[in-house]
C-alpha cells in the first residue's frame, strides 16, 4: 500500500498557507513557487494535545499512567519517542481510501491523496507562522502534531483562482421500518433524522440549519434541490457562518458571511463579474439566486448526491435500533460497542468486508436485510457497514466552480468531490444509540414534520407507516 512518498522539505514552511482546522487535522494550501507537484495540492497535518508539544516527556509520563486509549488517528506518533523514520505508515485516511472508498465512490469524485514525509524542524517552522492566525479556542487545545513523520497531500479544491462552496448533506434518507421498534418506528419514518437532531439542537439553543432537509437535496428534483440551497443560503447569511452544513470560499479564502452586501463582496465579484453590486432593489436576493441558479445545474446532473444516499441507506439498514439488537442477541452480556467484540476493523478485514459486500450486493438486498442471522460473523459485517455508512453520513461535497470570465451567462462549469471520508471507531456506537434515543425521545409530542424520502423502497412505496 506504500508509494512514492513526496518530500515537504522540496518546499518552504512559507509556501504553505493556513486555510482551516477541524477536530483532528489542520489544513494548508500551496502559494508557492509553480512546482509541478505541489500546485494545487493542500497539506493536510495531524494535531496533536497542545501540553505534548510543551513538555513531551511529562505528557509522555502522564500518557502511560492514564493508560487512555487512543484510536489510530488521534495517537500522537512521536510524543519523545523516537520512531523509525521509515517504519511509520501511510496515513490511515490515505490507506483506507485506496481499501474501501475508492471501491464504492467513482474515483473522479474523489481528492487524490498522496503521502508526504515530513520532518519535525520543517514542521516547527510551520507552527511558528501558523499559531497566530488560529482560533484562540483551538490554539488552547492542540497543535500541529511535530512527531509525525507523514502527512497527506491532497487536490487543493477550495484554493486558487474561482470560487467553491462546501456542502455538509447529512443523512439522506428515511430508515426502513423492518428494524425499528414500534415505539420509534412512526416517528423515524416520517421525520428524517436530520430535521429531527435540529429540531433537538434548536430547543438547546444551538444553531442549526433550521429549514434545511437533507432529503430536499438529495431528491434528485429540481425544485427541492433549489429549497434546499436556500435554506442553507438563509442559515449561513442569518448565523454569520457558524453553522458548518455550507461554507464558501473565493480563491481559497472562508467568506465570512453578515447581512450585508460588503462581507458578500467577494462572492458577488464571482457571479457578478462585470460589475461590482448586483443591479437591483434587493441585492441580497438577487446575489441569493444568482448563487443557487449557479450551484443548481451542478447538483442535479453529478451522480455523487444518489451515490451518498444510496450508500448511507444500504450500509444502515438496520438503523442503529436493529444493529443494537443485534449485537445483544450475540453478546448478551456485553454492552453495545464493549468487550473482546468491539475491535475496530484493520485493513484486512474492511477489504474482506468490501468482497464480502459485492458477493452480497447479487442478491436482493432488501429480502436479505428482513432475516439477518444472529452470529458474531453477520454482527462483524454490519458494524463495519454501519461504521462506513457513518463516513458518507459525516462527509462533505465541494464544487468547484470554474472562473467566469465573462458576464453573459454562459454555463458554469464545475466539478464535485466527496471529502472527509474518514474511518469511524467501534467506541462510537453506544453514543450513536444513546443520541438516537435523545433525538427521537425529544421529537416525540412534537407537530412533525413530512419528509419526503424520493427513493425510498423499503417496502412502504414511499408511505410512512402510520
Ligand atoms: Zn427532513
Keep these: 500500500m506504500q508509494t512514492d512518498t513526496l518530500d515537504i522539505a522540496d518546499t518552504s514552511p512559507q509556501d504553505w498557507k493556513y486555510i482551516s482546522e477541524g477536530g483532528s487535522t489542520i489544513v494548508f494550501s500551496y502559494v508557492g513557487p509553480p512546482n509541478a507537484r505541489f500546485d494545487r495540492t493542500a497539506l493536510r497535518l495531524r494535531k496533536g494535545p497542545t501540553q ?82 488560529r482560533p484562540h479556542e483551538r490554539r488552547a487545545k492542540d497543535t500541529i502534531d511535530r512527531g509525525r513523520r507523514k502527512a497527506v497531500l491532497a487536490t487543493d479544491l477550495v484554493g486558487g483562482a474561482g470560487w467553491a462552496v462546501e456542502i455538509k448533506p447529512k443523512w439522506g434518507f428515511l430508515p426502513n421500518p423492518t428494524h425499528l421498534s414500534l415505539e420509534t418506528r412512526a416517528i423515524k419514518t416520517r421525520t428524517c ?13 444551538e444553531d442549526v440549519a433550521l429549514g434545511y432537509c437533507p432529503l430536499d437535496l438529495y431528491s434528485g428534483d429540481a425544485a427541492r434541490v433549489e429549497q434546499a440551497l436556500r435554506a442553507l443560503w438563509d ?38 463579474p462585470a460589475s461590482t453590486n448586483p443591479d437591483s432593489a434587493h441585492p441580497l436576493d438577487t446575489l441569493r439566486d444568482a448563487f443557487i441558479s ?27 435500533e436493529g444493529l443494537a439488537a443485534l449485537w445483544s442477541r450475540v453478546h448478551p452480556t456485553m454492552p453495545l460497542g464493549t468487550g473482546p467484540a468491539a475491535r ?5 478485514e474492511w477489504a474482506r468486508f468490501i468482497s464480502v459486500r459485492a458477493a452480497r450486493g447479487a442478491q436482493d438486498n432488501a429480502e436479505e436485510d428482513h432475516v439477518v442471522p444472529e452470529t458474531q460473523e453477520e454482527l ?32 458554469v ?43 425510498y423502497d423499503g417496502g412502504g412505496g414511499g408511505v410512512p407507516l402510520a
Design 344 to 348: 475496530d476493523p484493520d485493513m484486512a
Design 235 to 272: 442559515v449561513w447569511v442569518g448565523t454569520g457562518g457558524k453553522v458548518n452544513n455550507l461554507r464558501v470560499f473565493v480563491e481559497g479564502k472562508m467568506v465570512k458571511p453578515r447581512a450585508d452586501l460588503e462581507s458578500l463582496a467577494p462572492l458577488t465579484t464571482q457571479l457578478f
Design 52 to 133: 505534548a508539544h510543551e513538555d513531551p516527556e511529562k505528557y509522555q509520563k502522564s500518557q502511560l499512567a492514564q493508560e487512555e486509549e487512543h484510536t489510530i488517528e488521534n495517537a500522537p506518533v512521536d510524543a519523545g519517542s523516537s520512531l523509525d523514520d521509515l517504519s511509520e505508515p501511510d496515513d490511515p485516511t490515505i490507506v483506507f481510501q485506496r481499501t474501501v472508498i475508492e471501491q464504492l465512490m467513482p474515483i473522479e469524485h474523489l481528492p487524490r491523496l498522496q503521502s508526504v514525509h515530513v520532518e519535525r524542524a520543517w514542521l516547527e517552522k510551520l507552527a511558528e507562522r501558523t499559531e497566530p492566525l
Design 413 to 455: 462549469g464545475g466539478t464535485v468531490t466527496v471529502i472527509d471520508l474518514d474511518v469511524k471507531g467501534v467506541d462510537r456506537l453506544a453514543k450513536w444509540a444513546a443520541l438516537d434515543r435523545e433525538i427521537v425521545d425529544a421529537y416525540r409530542g412534537v407537530a412533525p414534520r413530512d419528509c419526503v424520502d424520493a427513493h
Design 294 to 320: 449557479t450551484l443548481l445545474p451542478l447538483l442535479m446532473h453529478t451522480p455523487v448526491l444518489r451515490t451518498l444516499s444510496t450508500l448511507q441507506r444500504t450500509l444502515d439498514a438496520l438503523d442503529i
Design 193 to 205: 433524522r436530520f430535521c429531527m437532531h435540529a429540531h433537538m439542537k434548536s430547543t438547546q439553543g
Design 380 to 411: 462483524r459485517y454490519r458494524v463495519a457497514a454501519y461504521l462506513l455508512g457513518a463516513s458518507f453520513k459525516d462527509c462533505s461535497i465541494i464544487l468547484r466552480m470554474q472562473p467566469r470570465t465573462t458576464d453573459t451567462g454562459a454555463d
